[in-house]
């Protein structure tokens, strides 16, 4: 039995993690696998009661459970820094989910905004703990005209060398082609630094090809030719960019999944779609529900459930694929129960 705390969230958060439950509660039937669930409505609502997102020790009660899946924090009245900061970011960090994957596919009946997109299927490996997004740095002669700011990067050995073997690991699963991000040409210490690694770590995976693209090239090509790309994997900053990148070429941010992983397993991994609340739509049964469904996937994948993955993915791929399975922001006209129900009908079992 494996226990997953269910963080639902705000907005469309919720709505879109109970249909992931549904088509959770359908696969791992046909699948005879057994997971317990535990709902904690930690959020911005709230936040507005009792003054944070989480109570005392919040992040201790989490820590049992082999999985979190979390629907999305936000709620207009509540600034963008407290959801984020007083849930997303300590989860991240205390749970040491060093990976940040994002998963990017143009499923048929899903609109690419490129013409020509062709056959796109890859996946953002992101730093998710340290590089660009560190606290070291300060603001010096506040409000003089000599005012300045500093902001370190921090690159450890460790931590690119996880990171690396993550990707390369990823890749060998997948089509052995990885390829990463630098700038190395205009960031002289931690760049040549994150390549060094980087080479290093390749090496002990001859059987996987590399490339080592420049972070603009590399923006570039993604948009031009999104289909020669398999594994990706950049630091922080750049992984967070072209990741948003990314889930805009496969057409909706309403399908775009991903997984805060703490590959160790020391600590529960995360799991949410990489849509937020959506406010304007919220509570009108609307939200697109794949991305949550998805993410769901790669849980059951996270968690050795690798056949009752492919079996969701496989069924996304045939909703959408149908007018009947598809929710607006995709063109179609079926509401979020409606795409859940094509969603289960195209489970095949075991
Ligand atoms: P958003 O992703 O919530 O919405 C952007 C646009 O996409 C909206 O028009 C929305 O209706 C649409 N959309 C998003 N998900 C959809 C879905 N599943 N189906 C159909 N349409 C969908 O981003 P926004 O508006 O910038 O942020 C709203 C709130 O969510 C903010 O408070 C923000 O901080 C929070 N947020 C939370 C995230 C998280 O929990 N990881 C991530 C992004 C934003
Ligand atoms: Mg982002």
């Given at each position: 039995m494996q226990r997953i705390a269910v963080l639902p969230g705000d907005g469309i958060g919720t709505e879109v993690t109970a249909a992931a439950r549904t088509v959770l509660d359908a696969v791992t039937r046909r699948h005879g696998i057994e997971l317990a669930y535990d709902d904690f409505d930690w959020s911005c609502r709230r936040y507005l009661e009792h003054g944070a997102m989480m109570p005392d020790g919040g992040l201790e009660q989490l820590r049992p459970y082999d999985a979190i899946l979390l629907g999305a924090v936000g709620w207009p009245g509540v600034p963008d820094h407290v959801s984020l900061w007083g849930l997303l970011i300590p989860i991240r960090r205390t749970f040491r989910q060093y990976v940040n994957l994002r998963p990017i596919r143009v499923f048929e009946g899903v609109g690419s905004p490129l013409r020509d997109a062709g056959a796109v299927d890859f996946v953002v490996v992101r730093e998710n703990?340290?590089?660009?997004?560190?606290e070291i740095g300060g603001r010096f002669?506040?409000?003089?005209?000599d005012e300045m700011a500093v902001q370190e990067s921090v690159f450890t050995r460790a931590g690119v060398s996880r990171i690396a073997d993550y990707a390369l690991t990823l890749a060998r699963g997948r089509r052995s082609y990885l390829t990463w991000a630098t700038k190395s040409n205009g960031i002289v210490h931690t760049m040549p630094f994150w390549d060094e690694v980087l080479a290093e770590r390749a090496a002990a995976f001859p059987d996987v090809r590399t490339d080592r693209e420049h972070i603009d090239a590399l923006a570039a090509k993604l948009v031009?030719?999104?289909?020669?790309?398999d594994v990706i994997v950049a630091s922080n900053l750049f992984g967070d960019i072209l990741s948003d990148l990314a889930a805009a070429v496969a057409g909706s941010i309403g399908i775009a999944p991903s997984a805060n992983l703490d590959p160790t397993r020391t600590f529960p991994s995360m799991f949410e779609p990489v849509h937020g609340s959506a406010p304007d739509i919220a509570g009108q049964g609307l939200a697109n529900p794949v991305g949550a469904i998805w993410s769901a996937a790669l849980m059951l994948e996270h968690l050795g459930h690798p056949a009752a993955a492919a079996d969701v993915l496989r069924a996304v791929e045939r909703s959408l694929a149908d007018p009947a399975g598809r929710t607006r922001d995709l063109g179609g006209e079926a509401d979020t129960a409606a795409a859940v129900r094509a969603v289960v009908g195209h489970l095949s079992g075991s």
């Open positions: 703990v340290e590089g660009e997004y560190s002669n506040r409000g003089f005209p031009l030719q999104p289909g020669r790309f």
